[in-house]
């Protein structure tokens, strides 16, 4: 497969990719800013205005007045309850090694309590993985073709024949036509620049909501640390009280 940044190496690429994500979410906190403090008078320039300002510029918001984690959009991949108030998301990095082990974990989860609550996957690709953008793109060329979770799926669980080769665009396609996806169609939709921007946008909605590290969970809003099925079983049957 063809890539427009073929002659930059791997770690220029990545690089190249980290800019990308910083200057698209920097660009969205300057109008986010200006739109949120047009029509301020004069008077912010007090001591108690500007002590405001600052505090309101500088302090993070609490993840529950998040909209993205409140909430799926448009262009996640979910499972379960589309009807359930219970929502799951996940922000995951398919060479991410944690991710891989939570992954068989949170299969079962949706298989044995997916009448209870939704789960959605975003992609939060961390830059010291070589090929976690490649397998992001991937996935989302599957989605094209109705076979995200399909591929998700094999990413995961083949995870060590792909995360540490040069080039994983052979591997991908491979994938690709074992699972009887058009090859042209996926070739075309893996360099698509929507679907990057997809991925970017799941990366840049996981740094507002406070996400530095993979995977992190948030159940309705609240970031959760479940450490094995159990505890998610629970955590699932919790927020399914009346309250």
């Avoid at 993840?63 to 984690?69: M, R, V």
């Avoid at 989302?140 to 799926?153: L, N, P, S, T, V």
């Avoid at 590290?213 to 009280?241: M, V, W, Y």
């Amino acid at each position: 497969m063809d890539s427009d940044n073929k002659k930059l190496t791997k770690k220029e690429r990545r690089e190249l990719k980290r800019q990308q994500r910083l200057e698209i979410e920097e660009k969205k906190q300057k109008q986010d800013s200006s739109k949120k403090y047009i029509g301020w008078g004069v008077g912010i320039a007090v001591l108690i205005g500007l002590g405001f300002f600052l505090k309101v510029a500088f302090t993070p918001p609490p993840p529950g007045t998040i909209p993205e984690i409140q909430s799926i959009n448009a262009t996640d991949h979910t499972k379960g309850a589309t009807e359930s108030a219970t929502l799951l998301i996940e922000y995951s990095d398919f060479q991410c090694p944690a991710c891989r082990q939570y992954y068989p974990v949170v299969k079962q989860l949706v298989e044995e309590k997916g009448d209870q609550f939704m789960f959605a996957y975003r992609h939060f690709p961390l830059t010291q993985h070589e090929n976690a953008d490649e397998a992001a793109q991937a996935a989302e060329a599957a989605g094209k073709q109705g076979k995200f979770w399909e591929m998700h799926d094999l990413l995961f669980e083949r995870q060590d024949a792909w995360a540490e080769v040069g080039n994983p665009d052979e591997t991908f396609l491979a994938y690709a036509e074992e699972l009887e996806l058009n090859k042209e169609q996926f070739e075309a939709d893996y360099q698509a620049q929507e679907l990057k921007d997809k991925i970017n946008n799941d990366y840049n909605s996981g740094v507002r909501a406070g996400v530095n590290a993979t995977p992190t969970f948030f159940l309705n809003g609240e970031k959760i640390r479940p450490g094995s099925l159990d505890e998610f079983s629970l955590l699932i049957d919790q927020a399914n009280k009346p309250q």
